[in-house]
T-cell receptor
Framework: QKEVEQNSGPLSVPEGAIASLNCTYS??????FFWYRQYSGKSPELIMF????GDKEDGRFTAQLNKASQYVSLLIRDSQPSDSATYLC??????????FGQGTTLQVKP | ETGVTQSPTHLIKTRGQQVTLRCSSQ?????VSWYQQALGQGPQFIFQ???????GRGNFPPRFSGLQFPNYSSELNVNALELDDSALYLC????????????FGQGTRLTVV
């Protein structure tokens, strides 16, 4: 079992729709969870981080964390073509390193 | 713009050669982590440096080594390059070893031929 798992996609949504990206992790002791966006050929860019169970909203983005189910998700409302990218879920281990999933490719079609 | 600078941006090396990649961390950050990202994969943790000492290492062979300098900039050295070392190498700087907000440099694209 991979430490952090994501569906590689691609996930295709029409412009204006809600995109839902999901991630599961194996280490129950994980405390910090991150979503990064990565455009092709570029480095990852932090979108959001979340520490507590529940929802955290920032503009069009909402991160959701359920530690009991070891599940993290990212919702993107009113998706735009510029949101088309790979979204990386990362979990901070108790040794202080970020463990990444393989990423989900999102395509937002005009 | 994150304030984390990597050099060079692109590099082509021959199998068996050695390479040094450099990273200047963001002002105020004392922790640098290095990651390898193969095409189509997520970044894989190589190692982390905190105040000039190695502070954790991923599943990479000893031919991957590093340094952190007093100004908190860092180097990644790879000896005896193999074709599979071709990847995007990313460094991330942060202010704590918890990586609560790690900012990535633009990466170095290494191609081994």
């Amino acid at each position: 079992q991979k430490e952090v798992e994501q569906n590689s996609g691609p996930l295709s949504v029409p412009e204006g729709a809600i995109a839902s990206l999901n991630c599961t992790y194996s280490d129950r002791g994980s405390q910090s969870f991150f979503w990064y966006r990565q455009y092709s050929g570029k480095s990852p860019e932090l979108i959001m981080f979340i520490y507590s169970n529940g929802d955290k909203e920032d503009g069009r983005f909402t991160a959701q964390l359920n530690k009991a189910s070891q599940y993290v998700s990212l919702l993107i409302r009113d998706s735009q073509p510029s949101d088309s990218a790979t979204y990386l879920c990362a979990v901070c281990s108790n040794t202080g390193k970020l463990i990444f999933g393989q990423g989900t490719t999102l395509q937002v079609k005009p | 713009e994150t304030g984390v600078t990597q050099s060079p941006t692109h590099l082509i090396k021959t199998r068996g050669q050695q390479v040094t990649l450099r990273c200047s961390s963001q002002s105020g950050h004392n922790t640098v982590s290095w990651y390898q990202q193969a095409l189509g994969q997520g970044p894989q943790f190589i190692f982390q440096y905190y105040r000039e000492e190695e502070n954790g290492r991923g599943n990479f062979p000893p031919r991957f080594s590093g340094l952190q300098f007093p100004n908190y900039s860092s180097e990644l050295n790879v000896n005896a390059l193999e074709l599979d070392d071709s990847a995007l190498y990313l460094c991330a700087s942060s202010s704590t070893t918890g990586l609560e907000e790690a900012f990535f440099g633009q990466g170095t694209r290494l191609t081994v031929v």
